[in-house]
């Protein structure tokens, strides 16, 4: 998997027009002509920069980027400045796409150094200003090149040195300004690299990422985390003694074995409370015998998203520490067609004792997750489940592309959750899990059936998995629409987006 290059952030005290780097950066909210730091650049540099402003018609919009050499008038080489769009809408998603673009458009022209002047939002915000610029520098970084070989593919990137200027007096920032930085920047790149780890696992091929790989991945960042982190892997013999009917028959059709995946963080002192998250774990969906159309299937590598961002968010988890302990689950297998797959008409018992009739082999993500659910209730005894699911298409339908679908019953915890999505800018919405949709799953050979019609489809995949967490309070994520995109923003490359590791990882250490 693709290492980063590793900038180095620093926290600079010289002012705007000292800096001898090889960027000047600075963000115009808007007309940046009224700007204070922008004109004073503009002055030194004999109004160059408004003038440049006025012909390229820059408006300061969100990702409007504008780059002139100094020709030595000030000690840094070239000056940028990022368009940041309004004010008062500059929230945790935009933080991210300025630096993001600026990291980006450094690395284009060949800059080793950044001097980045941070926008002026008052000092309660400055520690999460600096965390997401630290995040947008490296999500906007990140590059899944493994398989291109031109030699231009190959090149590192220039940038190494990334500077913050938050005092445009220039004064020293004192010691316990100091430790806010530092624990920001470390807060934001471990983020970073958690989620450009999901996207590593999401966007390699399915040949690759397989269960047992995924497994292997888990247990090298226990191993990273020794004393922290300790990871239980079931093969599918183990997972058929504890009588998971329903992962085992999704994972049956396939030559790569099923792997049921088991982390576990446990803080030094006392846990506050146990937290279960589930991901769904199928390392290729071709919808087995309800077999989905070649365009369907094209992307479907990226149906263990849920696993990837469970999986990598514990590393994050344990570096930054939780007062909780954590539990990071994932039945892992794949959904394929062959001899020995499960049929449409099939019978199956889950962990549970419940029986459900298969109608469709294509709503395979529900019997893992449910058979999951299970295992997590009856065998952890958390006082929380939350799952995250590239589930189904009707969510997609419902809330487009970039928002996940969010069920659950309980609404102090649903309410918790989804305040804590607001904080890390990850677009979720609340559906109901209106209970008459259950209607649609009666099957008429056994206690249910794994798929109601149309209408209504994410819900009623919602209700399925309510059936197995039972009175344990829940919360379930369907991430089938922003768990990979096909239409890029700087800090967010087409492919896997990692989509959820930053909430999940909020959750568990913000107390
Ligand atoms: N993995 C798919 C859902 C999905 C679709 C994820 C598009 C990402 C993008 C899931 O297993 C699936 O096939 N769901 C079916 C459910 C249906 C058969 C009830 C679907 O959405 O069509
Ligand atoms: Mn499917
Ligand atoms: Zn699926």
Not at 267 to 291: E, H, I, N, Q
Not at 297 to 303: A, P, Y
Not at 378 to 406: M, R
Request: glycine share 10%.
């Amino acid at each position: 998997m693709d290492a980063i290059g590793l900038i180095t952030v620093s926290q600079l005290s010289t002012s705007p027009l000292q800096a001898q780097v090889d960027v000047l950066a600075l963000t115009a909210f808007g007309d940046a002509s009224k700007d204070g730091v922008f004109k004073s650049i503009d002055q030194a540099l004999g109004g160059a920069l408004s003038e440049v402003a006025k012909s390229e018609s820059f408006e300061g919009k969100t990702g409007q980027l504008l780059s002139l050499h100094t020709h030595g008038k000030i000690p840094a080489k070239r000056v940028v400045v990022v368009g940041a769009g309004v004010r008062n809408d500059f929230t945790n998603p935009h933080v991210r796409d300025v630096t993001a673009a600026l990291a980006q458009h450094a690395n284009k022209v060949g800059a080793t150094s950044v001097a980045f002047v941070l926008p002026a939002l008052g000092a309660a915000r400055e520690a999460l200003l600096v965390q997401m610029a630290v995040e947008g520098l490296f999500l906007g970084t990140y590059k899944f090149g493994r398989y291109m070989t031109s030699d231009d593919s190959k090149k590192l990137p220039s940038l190494k040195a990334f500077g913050v200027i938050s005092d445009i007096k220039g004064k020293k920032p004192n010691a316990s300004q100091s430790k806010a930085f530092q624990a920001a920047v470390e807060r934001g790149s471990t983020i970073a690299m958690a989620i450009n780890h999901a996207r590593d696992l999401i966007n390699e091929p399915a040949a690759v990422v397989t269960p047992a790989a995924l497994a292997a991945d888990a247990q090298a960042i226990a191993k990273r985390h020794k004393g922290k982190i300790t990871v239980t892997v079931l093969d599918p013999k183990k997972c058929s003694e504890l009588g998971m009917g329903m992962f085992l028959a999704v994972g049956q059709g396939s030559d790569q074995e099923a792997r049921f995946i088991h982390m576990t963080y446990k803080p030094a002192k006392k846990a506050k409370k146990k937290v279960c998250f589930v991901g769904k774990g199928v390392t290729f969906d071709s919808g087995g015998y309800s077999l989905k159309p070649s365009q369907a299937m094209e992307d479907m590598k990226i149906d263990m998203s849920g696993a990837a961002a469970v999986i990598s968010a514990m590393d994050a988890i344990a570096t930054l520490g939780s007062e909780y302990e954590i539990h990071a689950i994932a039945a892992c297998c794949e959904n394929l067609v062959s001899g020995r797959a499960y049929k449409l008409g099939d019978v199956l018992t889950s962990m549970d004792g419940t029986t459900v009739e298969i109608n469709n082999t294509d709503a395979e993500g529900r019997l893992t997750l449910g058979d999951a659910i299970t295992y997590a209730r009856s065998k952890v005894q958390p006082d929380e489940i939350f799952d995250f699911a590239t589930l189904t298409g009707a969510c997609v339908i419902a809330l487009g592309p970039y928002t996940a679908g969010v069920m659950s019953d309980h609404e102090g915890l649903v309410r918790n959750w989804m305040s804590t999505a607001d904080r890390t800018g990850e677009d979720m919405w609340r559906l109901p899990l209106l209970s008459r949709l259950r209607e649609q799953l009666k099957s008429p050979i056994a206690d249910m059936r794994n798929t109601g019609d149309r209408n209504g489809g994410a819900i009623t995949a919602g209700l399925f998995l309510k059936t197995f967490a039972k009175d344990t309070p829940w919360v379930h994520v369907d991430i089938a629409g922003p768990a990979s995109t096909s239409s890029s923003r700087p800090s967010q490359p087409k492919g896997g987006t990692g989509f959820a590791v930053a909430t999940i990882i909020e959750y568990a250490t913000r107390h």
